[in-house]
């Protein structure tokens, strides 16, 4: 599996973006983690692949939405009233191991990890 990412920019407060990530191969999840400056890597949304099922964190909820074109094997995340502590570099990443050793915001639940999309929000 191989993960491409694109999509990120810089954008004032209150602006919006949509990060888009092609997907070639199997996969039981895909999401999207992203890591500010002097942070820890952080989950911010996560799909599975077969039902649909959204899973996101407390602090994007409301304003990102994660989707999944299946017929272009394409992730997306839809960013809105965007702030500057959404400053990150986003990664696309994918499980591909179907595992449920982790939780489904565990870094560790992905084994596929995208090279990252600078986003700036000021």
């Known amino acids: 599996v191989q993960l491409v990412e694109s999509g990120g920019d810089s954008v004032q407060a209150g602006g919006s973006l949509r990060l888009s990530c092609v997907a070639s191969?199997?996969?039981?999840?895909l999401g999207w983690f992203r890591q500010a400056p002097g942070k820890e890597r952080e989950v911010v949304a996560v799909?599975?692949?077969?039902?649909?099922?959204?899973y996101y964190a407390d602090s994007v909820k409301d304003r990102f939405i994660i989707s999944l074109d299946n017929a272009e094997n394409t992730l997306y995340l839809r960013m809105n009233n965007l702030t500057p502590e959404d400053t990150a570099i986003y990664y696309c990443?994918?499980?591909?191991?179907?595992?449920?050793?982790?939780?489904?915001?565990?870094?560790?639940?992905?084994?596929?990890w995208g090279q990252g999309t600078q986003v700036t929000v000021s």
């Open positions: 191969g199997y996969t039981y999840r």
């Open positions: 799909i599975t692949t077969g039902a649909g099922r959204t």
């Open positions: 990443v994918a499980d591909t191991r179907g595992t449920r050793l982790h939780t489904w915001d565990s870094p560790s639940r992905y084994n596929i």
